[in-house]
């Protein structure tokens, strides 16, 4: 599986907008970003995940580069809540199975 | 709808003891994925199933380690014996058919003394 490079930490103030980095330049024509998140003592949760272009949905945003070797997640106003480890994951496409293979994260702290 | 549902959500045991996880996923999901994390090591894939069936078990760390789907909406995770180095939170998820999306129980925390 391709890999994903994500700072270790990264800090935010409340009510500001985050960009969470990741790079993946070894990532093929079919892999699928995906970001999921981990609050404290909780399992990981879904954020949003994309193919070639950029997707928005309720929780966040997703930038893929043009030559999709690199993707931003924005969170457009962060809160408290949304303190957690993101994980930036690749899945293959071509196989129903959906397995993810989860890095380190960057730890986002949401200050008030 | 429930979500994922995993049982217990925290088992203390002493080693040599036999543990058994478990997980009913989301109804009408046909994958089935468990996981372990830990400080030193974070978030591995253990083992999945598609519909009821083991796919990659190449996660699971060793013989002591079992997982069955009897049928779509069980799965267990059986320690026999359990070591110390197993303590960990153990996750379960799911996903349907064509879905992109992994949905993941709360966990359960386990500490072997």
């Known amino acids: 599986d391709a890999k994903t490079t994500q700072p270790n930490s990264m800090e935010s103030n409340e009510e500001e907008p985050v960009h969470l980095p990741c790079n993946h330049s070894t990532i093929s024509g079919t892999d699928y970003i995906h970001w999921y998140r981990q609050l404290p003592s909780q399992g990981p949760e879904y954020v949003i995940h994309?193919?070639?272009s950029n997707v928005n949905n309720r929780m966040a945003s997703l930038a893929i580069a043009e030559d999709r070797k690199s993707s931003t997640l924005i969170l457009h106003r962060a809160t408290l809540r949304d303190a957690a480890v993101y994980y930036c994951i690749l899945r293959r496409g071509g196989t129903s199975y959906g397995k993810l293979t989860f890095g380190q994260g960057t730890i986002l702290t949401v200050h008030p | 709808d429930a979500g994922v549902i995993q049982s217990p959500r925290h088992e203390v045991t002493e080693m040599g003891q036999e543990v058994t996880l478990r997980c009913k996923p989301i109804?009408?999901?046909?994958?089935l994925f468990w996981y372990r994390q830990t400080m030193m090591r974070g978030l591995e894939l253990l083992i999945y199933?598609?519909?009821?069936?083991?796919?990659?078990d190449s996660g699971m760390p060793e013989d002591r380690f079992s997982a069955k789907m009897p049928n779509a909406s069980f799965s267990t995770l059986k320690i026999q014996p359990s070591e110390p180095r197993d303590s960990a939170v153990y996750f379960c998820a799911s996903r349907g058919q064509a879905q992109e999306t992994q949905y993941f129980g709360p966990g359960t925390r386990l500490l072997v003394l």
């Open positions: 994309g193919l070639t």
């Open positions: 199933f598609n519909n009821n069936v083991p796919i990659d």
């Open positions: 109804s009408g999901h046909n994958s």
